[in-house]
């Protein structure tokens, strides 16, 4: 044989082992997530929660923070923890987390829950130092109908999402690079 048709066969097998391992991997981590029809955990409980969000090829289950309609109406942060689908293309789990809950909730979860994120909000960034601060950069949706109230709605989901993600610790937010208060 020559020289590069073993190259070619090694490219081969590693291509294929990084193509087919990678979802392996994803998929043996999305069937050690919660069992599908658990509870709802409140905050950040890493128990099981609903699954909510079927992962076929290319997409794992993350947990994501949203509110009851009534929290949502009184302007409360306190958070509840469902099971979404979640891209593998956008890499970290917090940023498939953070992209999920952009997307409009599962038809089984809209009685109930409810996202403070007005439509259109997209996650354009997400990165994580390593001191464990997530940076997470938003478009200037991100401040549509943002009064104080929508905005600490707002802010407690991002953060509790990400903070279900124990190498995070810190949580910055921006809107277009600028600094989101």
């Given at each position: 044989?020559?020289?590069?048709?073993?190259?070619?066969?090694?490219?081969?097998?590693?291509?294929?082992?990084?193509?087919?391992?990678?979802?392996?991997?994803?998929?043996r981590?999305?069937?050690?997530?919660?069992?599908?029809?658990?509870?709802?955990?409140?905050?950040?409980?890493?128990?099981?929660?609903p699954?909510?969000?079927?992962?076929?090829?290319?997409?794992?289950?993350?947990?994501v923070?949203?509110?009851?309609?009534?929290?949502?109406?009184?302007?409360?942060?306190?958070?509840?923890?469902?099971?979404?689908?979640?891209?593998?293309?956008?890499?970290?789990?917090?940023?498939?987390?953070?992209?999920?809950?952009?997307?409009?909730?599962?038809?089984?979860?809209?009685?109930?829950?409810?996202?403070?994120?007005?439509?259109?909000?997209?996650?354009?960034?997400?990165?994580?130092?390593?001191?464990?601060?997530?940076?997470?950069?938003?478009?200037?949706?991100?401040?549509?109908?943002?009064?104080?109230?929508?905005?600490?709605?707002?802010?407690?989901?991002?953060?509790?999402?990400?903070?279900?993600?124990?190498?995070?610790?810190?949580?910055?937010?921006?809107?277009?690079?600028?600094?989101w208060?």
């Amino acid at each position: 044989m020559t020289k590069a048709r073993i190259i070619l066969i090694v490219l081969i097998i590693i291509g294929a082992w990084y193509f087919w391992g990678r979802d392996w991997m994803a998929k043996r981590s999305q069937t050690a997530q919660a069992p599908a029809g658990a509870n709802v955990e409140k905050n950040t409980s890493p128990q099981s929660s609903p699954n909510l969000g079927e992962g076929d090829s290319g997409v794992g289950a993350v947990r994501v923070h949203y509110f009851t309609k009534e929290a949502l109406a009184a302007c409360a942060i306190e958070t509840v923890a469902l099971e979404q689908a979640g891209d593998l293309k956008y890499g970290h789990r917090g940023a498939q987390a953070l992209v999920a809950m952009t997307l409009p909730l599962p038809e089984e979860a809209r009685e109930k829950y409810a996202s403070a994120f007005a439509p259109g909000t997209r996650l354009l960034t997400m990165q994580i130092d390593k001191d464990g601060t997530a940076h997470a950069n938003y478009n200037s949706v991100l401040n549509a109908e943002a009064t104080e109230c929508v905005k600490a709605e707002r802010r407690a989901q991002i953060e509790t999402t990400l903070k279900e993600f124990p190498e995070i610790k810190n949580v910055v937010i921006t809107v277009e690079g600028e600094a989101w208060r």
